[in-house]
């Protein structure tokens, strides 16, 4: 794998002590990046932070709400006085709740008011606001506060998180879906609107990875595959779930200001192919 010389750049990861963002966080470390990594978990943060600087690289945690511009505001100035300004910014925050997830794939009006059970017409509000706001606000917020550092520099790029499910959305998760698919339409507007001022914006789009988020959903508690982790590996070419380390070539290759320099305005899938395939 070609490593991009981030050297003596400073890069950005919100929701940085993430399953994924973690990992991407200790590969840019490896490209000599100053890698900033921004959550709300600050412990989690510092761990991984000194386990990049133990194995001789350059990391900082930094604590930050992502719904809060006020948080992301002095975030940004904490970063400011320990690295300079923001080279390269990734917005890995996000994420689902189970407050924003029907029970049933399809619709049963038998199954309203069971127990244990929550159909669409009782999706609670505060709960779809919150994993909307999360993707996708945690998105807008750091955007607007990070890319000011970019205007008008050499080599400065945005990277947005998205997901398959931005193309084809899935059963179950509606809020998580719609939020994914405003990440790809934002990832071009950004691409357009900053394109003048030598920004490039682009997003992958991560297929299925079995992590702490996703866990409920694909997993039974007894450790045996949902019905829904079946579906998933029957429609997936490549027949499995990805590995977290299977996002970082892609991720290099994008934020590689040489490799990728005509490159803005793309949401590039990782996902075994299941973007690809109708199932027939």
Known sequence: MNIPNLEDKVVVITGGAGVLCSVLAKALAKAKAKVAIVDLNIEVGKELALEIRENGYEAEAFQCNVLDKESV???HQNILNKYGKCDILINGAGGNNKKAQTTDEFFD???????????F???PLDGFNFVFGLNFTGTLLPTQVFAQD???RS???ILNISSMNAFTPLTKIPAYSAAKAAISNFTKW?????????IRVNAIAPGFFSTLQNKSLLWNPDGTPTERTKKILNNTPMGRFGEAEEIVGATY???DNEAASFITGVVLPIDGGFSSYSGV
Not at 109 to 119: A, N, R
Not at 190 to 198: D, I, W, Y
């Open 253 to 255: 290759f994008l934020l």
């Open 155 to 157: 080599g400065c790029n």
């Open 150 to 152: 970019m205007i008008d």
């Open 73 to 75: 505001e002095a975030c």
């Open 109 to 119: 009006p038998s199954h309203i008011g069971l127990k244990d059970t929550l159909d």
């Open 121 to 123: 017409f009782e999706l």
């Open 190 to 198: 950004l691409a357009v609107h900053f394109s003048k001022v030598g």
